[in-house]
């Protein structure tokens, strides 16, 4: 459609670790047609919008960063948020890619028409290109509770994702309305400031410690001038992913062993038995994301915090009330809700072959061919998408072997007569029977989770381990698409 001697032009959606990873990747196999378009006025993704207090990624920074772009100067093993984004923000430099984004470009709309694909943006502007690669990721939609009265609350009240830096949090009373993976991070330092944290617990969450170390000058030193010293060190975290998926997909024997280690840590931090059973999950280890942190059972038990676990009833002007009829006085409310992770590309109309709406294929559940293409919409192809989340280990592999992949399909795609792929209906049917199948055995199943839809399909993880992903991603198979001239 727009193709140029460059090879076929590509938009991108995102500057996250997905868009960015994908734009690498076809910039250093020669197909420089492309354009990111990025809604907000800076690059990062989730990594740009998650400012909260505490704020850090639960994988270890060697595993958690491009393999071909290491980065000798983590300054800790589970970096924080603003070494993460500047990490980001200097791969984008030293690809060159910043000539290659548009910034305050929301995208509304996408539509294939005439062979190639039609974007339109919130501000009425169209971009053309011959393939569309959403990058929007999972966990970028905060969610906000359906609790009555919510907006009743004469208080500040905000999202961890949409957090609210001019808000004074010292000698308030806080409540938290949720116990997932920023809530562990941002709890320990609300109750520094705060006069009381009251977090308001639906479910127990497994927590795990975690080894933290802070790296030293002559560690940074080893790992910029012998960088196989720091390699072994990503294969090392690699190997055990591997082995926590392996236990929570195949061998719960090894399973029951690291859900004795999550309960020696309750015993150790948390002395008094009430609140211990609070803190106790009741379903396998692993159901929900389980959760690394060394501060947040140790805040649990200060004089200042408080576990709430009778359900929320609604929101007050004054505060939160729950159903056994207290009313808790909150000063401020922030919502640890999580994201809408099932909810694929829920902001963008897309429409595929004869107008059909993506939101019409996804009827009953998101689903793509290796988490990357979908049936009647040619061309498209998705990172992160369905089924490529992960129990254990670093989302930045799935990226990587998703871009290898795209790479290739924008390969055929600069083949002289080719116009667009589009993965048989067959093939696609084939692998999620598979992928669904493998996934109603695993322990994904076994409790309600944001992994899982109302009805109980798992949308959002990859049944096996990475290693099997990267086998199954390697070579794009022409026979599994509808080529056309």
């Known amino acids: 459609m727009t193709g140029s001697a460059k090879g076929p032009s590509v938009l991108i959606v995102g500057t996250g670790f997905g868009g960015i990873g994908t734009a690498i990747e076809l910039k250093r196999a020669g197909f420089s047609d492309f354009t990111i378009l990025e809604s907000a006025a800076e690059p990062g993704g989730v990594w740009r919008d998650n400012t909260y207090p505490g704020a850090a990624c639960d994988i270890p920074s060697p595993l958690y960063s491009f393999s071909f772009e290491p980065n000798p100067r983590w300054p800790k093993r589970f970096s924080h948020q603003p070494d993460i984004l500047a990490y980001l923000r200097g791969v984008i430099t030293k690809y ?9 470009t929301e995208v509304t709309g996408a539509a294939f028409e ?7 943006t919130k501000d009425g502007e169209t971009f053309e290109a011959d393939v569309f690669v959403p990058a929007v990721g999972q966990l970028s939609r905060p969610v906000l509770p359906a609790i009555p009265g919510r907006d009743r609350f004469a208080g500040a009240a905000f999202h961890s994702a949409r957090w609210d830096h001019d808000v004074d949090l010292r000698g308030k009373r806080v409540a938290v309305i949720g116990t997932g993976a920023s809530a562990v991070q941002f709890v320990p330092e609300l109750r520094k400031q705060a006069k009381h944290v009251t977090v308001f617990q639906r479910t127990p969450p497994y927590v795990m410690a975690k080894s933290d170390p802070t790296y030293r000058g002559w560690q940074h030193w080893l790992f910029e ?4 010293t720091q390699l072994l060190g990503r294969l090392r975290i ?26 020696q840590l309750r015993r150790r931090h948390i002395k008094d038995p009430a609140l211990r059973a609070k803190l106790t999950p009741d379903y396998p280890l692993g159901c929900k994301r389980i959760l690394f942190t060394n501060e ?3 805040a649990l038990a200060q004089p200042n915090v408080g576990v709430e676990t009778a359900r929320i009833s609604e929101i007050t002007e004054a505060g939160v009330r729950t159903e056994d009829g207290v009313e ?6 922030v919502y640890g809700t999580g994201f809408a992770a099932t909810d694929f590309l829920g902001r963008i109309d897309v429409r595929g072959l004869a107008g059909r709406p993506l939101k019409d294929a996804w009827a009953g559940g998101a689903r793509a061919y290796l988490g990357i293409t979908v049936p009647g919409f040619p061309n498209m192809f998705c990172v992160y998408g369905p089924n490529t989340n992960l129990g254990a280990g670093s989302i930045i592999y799935m990226i990587e072997r998703q871009a ?9 795609l ?13 093939v696609e049917a084939r692998y999620d029977d598979e992928v669904q199948a493998r996934l109603g055995r695993s322990v994904w199943s076994a409790c309600t989770s944001w992994y899982r839809q109302a009805d109980g399909r798992v949308t959002t993880n990859w049944p096996g381990l990475v290693t099997e992903y990267d086998r199954r991603t390697r070579r794009l198979d022409p026979a599994d698409f509808r080529v056309v001239a």
């Open 414 to 426: 600069a083949r002289p007569g080719v116009s667009y792929l589009d993965v048989h209906p067959e």
């Open 96 to 104: 060159g890619l910043e000539p290659h984004i548009r910034y305050g």
């Open 114 to 120: 005439d062979g190639g694909w039609r974007v339109e």
């Open 328 to 333: 808790h006085e909150a000063d401020v409310i």
């Open 238 to 263: 690699f190997l055990l992913a591997e082995y926590a998926t392996y236990a929570m997909t195949r061998h719960p024997v090894l399973a029951k062993m690291f859900e004795l280690r999550t309960a």
């Open 296 to 298: 947040y059972l140790p």
């Open 404 to 412: 290898r992949y795209i790479r290739q399909a924008v390969a055929q």
């Open 225 to 228: 001038h012998l960088p196989p």
